[in-house]
């Protein structure tokens, strides 16, 4: 069974840094795309970043490019999101996943989810 267990966020102000961790387990880790989605109140879930084992690459939505770093370690089965200079629109609810990564199309990250985390929460105050 596969399983996510995503950690980090909580409440910053703008500007702050803040680190995400995603935990997986009952997959093959080091060959499986992993990433991250985020769902803003109101508004439609978008793909935040993901890593490609197919590509060996790492992709960014438009908007978290220079702004936000994924990276992966498999030793630890865990991959982690760094997340700078916070904006109030990155406030969301942050989630991990396995799926598809494919690339960006558009300033778009084309990252399909399979398997899913729980959320947590990401909340950048004014």
């Known amino acids: 069974e596969v399983q996510l267990q995503a950690s980090g966020g909580g409440l910053v102000q703008i500007g702050d840094s803040m680190q995400l961790s995603c935990a997986g387990s009952g997959f093959t880790f080091e060959e499986s795309d992993i990433g991250w989605f985020r769902q803003a109140p109101g508004k439609e879930r978008e793909a935040v970043s993901c890593?490609?084992?197919?590509?060996?690459?790492?992709y960014y939505a438009d908007s978290m490019k220079g702004r936000f770093t994924l990276s992966s370690d498999n030793a630890k089965y865990t991959v982690n999101l760094e997340m700078s200079s916070l904006r109030p629109e990155d406030t969301a609810v942050y989630y991990c996943a396995t799926g598809n990564c494919w690339g960006t199309y558009k300033g778009r990250l084309l990252f399909d989810g399979r398997d899913w985390g729980q959320g947590t929460q990401v909340t950048v105050s004014s």
């Open positions: 890593i490609s084992r197919r590509y060996t690459n790492t």
